[in-house]
T-cell receptor, first 113, second 111 residues
Framework: DAKTTQPNSMESNEEEPVHLPCNHS???????IHWYRQLPSQGPEYVIH???SNVNNRMASLAIAEDRKSSTLILHRATLRDAAVYYC??????????????FGDGTTLTVKP | ETGVTQSPTHLIKTRGQQVTLRCSSQ?????VSWYQQALGQGPQFIFQ???????GRGNFPPRFSGLQFPNYSSELNVNALELDDSALYLC??????????FGPGTRLTVL
């Protein structure tokens, strides 16, 4: 299974941008790159996903390298509520025979006021 | 729109017992995935059900089994519980390959 590699932890100041990197050098052509975050005592929450092009939504932006072997989740202005564990995972395509999502240990983001 | 719900919230069992965990998927979602999350680690994929059939499985032994019902709700069954089965069990619903919506999880403690 394709795996992802993320830094264990990162720190940011409140209201500053945060760039969370993820390496996925063994990604296949049909893998989507998904990002989730998990607050303490909660299930993971979907943040954003993409295939090849950069993506934006109300929560964040996703920048995908041209060779797709890495990506970066961008939080434009970190708030204290963004403190969480962020997971980058590869989600197989819409092929119904491929349903796995491989989570790593994620990046713990600390936001300082 | 109702989100993903799981029951029970917490459960305590002893070694060798069997347990059934339940998950109601978000309205319209036909795919349910189950994950095991040990303390301090990321979720580990157990298996996925699509339209009542298992269509993907992680590295878990056969004593982990599941069901998906016609209304797309799902059960996770674990037989012959071991101490290492103590974890948070997460259920996520989705359409195939799309973003997953997770429930709050069931905290299982095996004594």
């Amino acid at each position: 299974d394709a795996k992802t590699t993320q830094p264990n932890s990162m720190e940011s100041n409140e209201e500053e941008p945060v760039h969370l990197p993820c390496n996925h050098s063994t990604i296949s052509g049909t893998d989507y790159i998904h990002w989730y975050r998990q607050l303490p005592s909660q299930g993971p929450e979907y943040v954003i996903h993409g295939l090849t092009s950069n993506v934006n939504n109300r929560m964040a932006s996703l920048a995908i390298a041209e060779d797709r072997k890495s990506s970066t989740l961008i939080l434009h202005r970190a708030t204290l509520r963004d403190a969480a564990v962020y997971y980058c995972i590869l989600r197989h395509s819409y092929n119904t025979n491929a349903g796995k999502s491989t989570f790593g240990d994620g990046t713990t983001l600390t936001v300082k006021p | 729109e109702t989100g993903v719900t799981q029951s029970p919230t917490h459960l305590i069992k002893t070694r060798g017992q069997q347990v059934t965990l339940r998950c109601s998927s978000q309205s319209g979602h036909n795919t349910v995935s189950w994950y095991q999350q040990a303390l301090g680690q990321g979720p580990q994929f157990i298996f996925q059900y699509y339209r009542e059939e298992e269509n993907g499985r992680g590295n878990f032994p056969p004593r982990f089994s599941g069901l998906q019902f016609p209304n797309y709700s799902s059960e996770l069954n674990v037989n012959a519980l071991e101490l290492d089965d103590s974890a948070l069990y997460l259920c996520a619903s989705s359409f195939p390959g799309s973003e997953q919506f997770f429930g709050p999880g069931t905290r299982l403690t095996v004594l």
